[in-house]
Antibody, heavy 128, light 109 residues
Framework: EVQLVESGGGLVQPGGSLRLSCAASGFTFNNYEMNWVRQAPGKGLEWVSYISTSGSTIYYADSVKGRFTISRDNAKNSLYLQMNSLRAEDTAVYYC?????????????????????WGQGTLVTVSS | SYELTQPPSVSVSPGQTARITCSGDALPKQYAYWYQQKPGQAPVVVIYKDSERPSGIPERFSGSTSGTTVTLTISGVQAEDEADYYCQSSDSSGTYRVVFGGGTKMTVL
């Protein structure tokens, strides 16, 4: 059974830092690209970051670029999100999500697939 | 920045057909995916690559595309289908970016 379990959320002051972890099991972790997706309270889904299987390719949403760092440890079947310079608007449930079915479009750009498994989420609250 | 537009809400009676639309300029060129999210739960994919249904998803869920609009259709709606639904796609720029629609709250009357 595929399982993704996030941890590391909590209350942090504006400007502070937090590191989220996602422990994966039930599948060959190093065969899958992974993502972080967040959801502010009562709001919609927002993609945060993507990492390739080896960790060599990384992408970020503009809203977190320069402040957040995604990484993975395939030996430990784990995904991470280091969050620095946190702001009130970063308050959200953070989900790790397994990636599936990327494709190349007609212009030969690599495009996102869909998220076939999600963790239960971890809540990050940025407040003084 | 690129946006996917969904209606905020849809209401449907049990047994009827619900249609939730998602509009975006790049949809003719990019795949769309649909997620169902119930309160307090993580999203679940119900349609991928515009119209494919993952294993375990009931046949009453289907997807279609026409021009710049993709549609999630739920036939014979059941009370358990009450949830938020999100479309996901990407733009056609050279930038890797996952975009979600704003979500549609479907109420089963």
């Amino acid at each position: 059974e595929v399982q993704l379990v996030e941890s590391g959320g909590g209350l942090v002051q504006p400007g502070g830092s937090l590191r989220l972890s996602c422990a994966a099991s039930g599948f060959t972790f190093n065969n899958y690209e992974m993502n972080w997706v967040r959801q502010a309270p009562g709001k919609g889904l927002e993609w945060v970051s993507y990492i390739s299987t080896s960790g060599s390719t990384i992408y970020y949403a503009d809203s977190v670029k320069g402040r957040f760092t995604i990484s993975r440890d395939n030996a430990k079947n784990s995904l991470y999100l280091q969050m620095n310079s946190l702001r009130a608007e970063d308050t959200a449930v953070y989900y790790c999500a397994r990636d599936q079915s990327h494709y190349y479009d007609s212009s030969a750009y690599y495009r996102p697939g869909y998220f076939d498994y999600w963790g239960q989420g971890t809540l990050v609250t940025v407040s003084s | 920045s690129y946006e996917l537009t969904q209606p905020p809400s849809v209401s449907v009676s049990p047994g009827q057909t619900a249609r939730i639309t998602c509009s975006g300029d790049a949809l003719p060129k990019q795949y769309a995916y649909w997620y169902q999210q119930k309160p307090g739960q993580a999203p679940v994919v119900v349609i991928y690559k515009d119209s494919e249904r993952p294993s375990g998803i009931p046949e009453r869920f289907s997807g279609s595309t026409s021009g710049t609009t993709v549609t999630l259709t739920i036939s014979g709606v059941q009370a358990e289908d009450e949830a938020d639904y999100y479309c996901q796609s990407s733009d056609s720029s050279g930038t890797y970016r996952v975009v979600f629609g704003g979500g549609t709250k479907m109420t089963v009357l």
